[in-house]
């Protein structure tokens, strides 16, 4: 039902940073909780970070003390800043939204199309 729309995916050298936004259509946004996943080329996709309805977050260990998500309700959208990327951070990068706190992929019903992000040397 919900509409998930990601951006500000491109590409960035080593050390540097990209803010990513995801827009979400749904009247009931404040209800859901939030994540982003990526995905780098012939890897599953992977769990980055999660925010709840109550600004509550979890991220995953590759990405503590670099990426942080947050999320502006009157503007349906949440945001992942990533700082000091490397070249393992390149992947596409996936917005989603539950009605459950969660960290699997399973956990997610709605999906955005992904943005990719590319990290150089």
């Known amino acids: 039902q919900a509409q998930v729309q990601e951006s500000g995916g491109g590409l960035v050298q080593a050390g540097g940073s990209l803010r990513l936004s995801c827009a979400a259509s749904g009247r009931y946004f404040n209800n859901y909780v939030m994540a982003w996943f990526r995905q780098a080329p012939g890897k599953e996709r992977e769990f980055v970070a999660v925010?709840?309805?109550?600004?509550?977050?979890t991220y995953a260990d590759s990405v503590k003390g670099r990426f942080t998500i947050s999320r502006d309700n009157g503007k349906n959208t949440v945001y992942l800043q990533m700082n000091s990327l490397s070249l393992e951070d390149t992947a596409d990068y996936y917005c989603a939204a539950s009605y459950l706190w969660g960290t699997r992929s399973s956990d997610y019903v709605y999906w955005g199309q992904g943005t990719q992000v590319t990290v150089s040397s």
């Open positions: 925010i709840s309805r109550s600004n509550r977050t």
